[in-house]
Structure formats: structure tokens, C-alpha cells
């Protein structure tokens, strides 16, 4: 693989980590299921479920470690690079997290700006 496609796969990576960190962090879909898991404190889910960083942590390496074994030779090499991968594909993930909070609270603000000019 090139490093064009290398950083295209880690980029891509980081939007699927950042989505499903948000449906599993913060939906409604999920809301009983994680309540369920913080009231009765199961194993280190309910810190996981109450922590979106964490929580991004752990879906970066359940998204990265299998892509890596699927398409890369796994030498002593190609697993530090999978360990970085996986830093990378969270730090991402938590730039796109604030990304999209930016774009989310401004079209909230403008749509309380519209609200009171009407």
C-alpha cells in the first residue's frame, strides 16, 4: 500500500471511530443500554460508557488491530506501527469530534439568532 492510501485508510478510520463513539456515547438508541450498564457498574463498561474519550480509545483499536491483520504482514514492525495506528485513528477521531461540535452549535446558534429576529 502507498502512504496515500495508508493515511486515506487511517483518515477514514478515524470518521467511522468518531461515529460510532457517538452512537455508542451519546444516542438515544443507546441511552438504555447504557444506563443499564452505569447503574449496575458492569465491569469497566460502565467507566467506558460514562467516558467518550475512553470510549474512543477502545473503538479505535476494535476498528485498527483488524484492519492492520487483515492487510499487512504483521512483522515486529508492522505491530508497532499498528499500536501508533490506533493512537493516531483515536486522536483523529477526537479532532472530528470537535469539528463536528463546532458545525452542530453553530447551526443550533443560528437557528436561535433566525428564532428571535422573526
Not at 2 to 31: H, Q, R, Y
Not at 49 to 77: G, N, R
Request: hydrophobic share 60%.
Amino acid at each position: 500500500m502507498t502512504v496515500l492510501k495508508v493515511a486515506m485508510m487511517l483518515l477514514f478510520m478515524s470518521v467511522v471511530c468518531e461515529a460510532i463513539t457517538e452512537i455508542i456515547g451519546a444516542s438515544t438508541l443507546f441511552a438504555p443500554i447504557r444506563n443499564f450498564i452505569i447503574k449496575r457498574r458492569v465491569f469497566f463498561l460502565a467507566s467506558l460508557v460514562e467516558c467518550k474519550h475512553c470510549l474512543s480509545v477502545w473503538v479505535a483499536s476494535l476498528i485498527t488491530v483488524p484492519t492492520y491483520v487483515i492487510l499487512f504482514d504483521m512483522d515486529a514492525i508492522g505491530w508497532l506501527v499498528m499500536v501508533f495506528s490506533v493512537i493516531v485513528v483515536h486522536r483523529f477521531s477526537n479532532l472530528f469530534h470537535i469539528f463536528f461540535d463546532i458545525i452542530a452549535n453553530y447551526k443550533q446558534w443560528r437557528w436561535v439568532i433566525e428564532l428571535k429576529q422573526d
